[in-house]
């Protein structure tokens, strides 16, 4: 317990209610020019072909603190897959990614993913398949921009300037960020030392039981079922730190995310290897 209380106080940086944002006076490209330029600049950026990270994130799941082990592999622009191991369960080892316009899932849609960072849901119906490759690509630009501070062709994203933020480290430049399947963010650049260290986004709250529902089992009552409530999405925030040189750019070695102002995961990369090669079945789901 004591362990989830530290990652609940760990790093709240531009926090609610400290996050004070002013009128637009600079231009994204400009911005994002001056990012790329503090994470390595444009020539190393673009000479990156792939990576593989390996780490670990600490998930809370109510008073528990759940250890995920994960290793990322990914071949820019459009090969990207992450396993996740659960040490203290007896749960199988779960992947999730892409190769192009193939979704890349392990277990199956059926058998769910234990609830590791990212995973694709398990929706029904004939869109499923395009909504879990949305997933697994929406966390591959989520991972990309803090680390890049560009979109690929994969998942082109546009930037738009909306604001300076004032908060107690100094202040941000705040870009609007939009993509396909109605990808909507907003990212933020540190003014001092041009490196990203937030991304802010909404998401839908799980669905739930109709309110009304009776209970079901013997003697259940056949009242009627009231419509569901219209729950207000949640606001995402995940937040980039540590920034590190590996190979002449820097990764942000520590990323927590937070959930409606409470932390859910904190992730943190032990090494990182810039331009490996990575064995092609690795884009291949577990058989």
Known sequence: MRVVQAILRFGIVLSAGTLAVSGQGRDAAQVLAAAREALGGDAVLAAVKSFVATGR?????????????????????????RKDEFPAQDTDLTVSGFRGGALIQFPGPGAGRGGAPGAPSRGNGPNADEQRLNTVRQEF?????????????????TFKYA???????????VLDVSGPANFT??????RETHLPVMLIWQMSPPPGPPRGAPPAGPGASAAPIAPPATAAPMEVRLYYA???AVNGIKWPFRIRR???????????????????RIDPRKFEAPK
């Open 57 to 81: 994130t600490r998930q809370i799941r109510g008073n528990n603190l759940v250890p995920i082990e994960f290793e990322i592999n990914c071949e820019l622009p459009d090969k990207f897959v």
């Open 258 to 276: 937070a959930v409606g102002g409470t932390t859910t995961e904190e992730t943190m990369f032990d090494r990182v290897n810039i331009n490996v």
């Open 141 to 157: 630009v989520r991972l990309t921009l803090g680390a890049f501070a560009t979109s690929f062709p994969t998942y082109p994203l």
């Open 242 to 244: 540590d920034y590190r």
């Open 163 to 173: 604001a300076e933020a004032e908060a107690p480290d100094g202040k941000a430049d």
């Open 185 to 190: 963010a907003r990212l933020l650049v540190q």
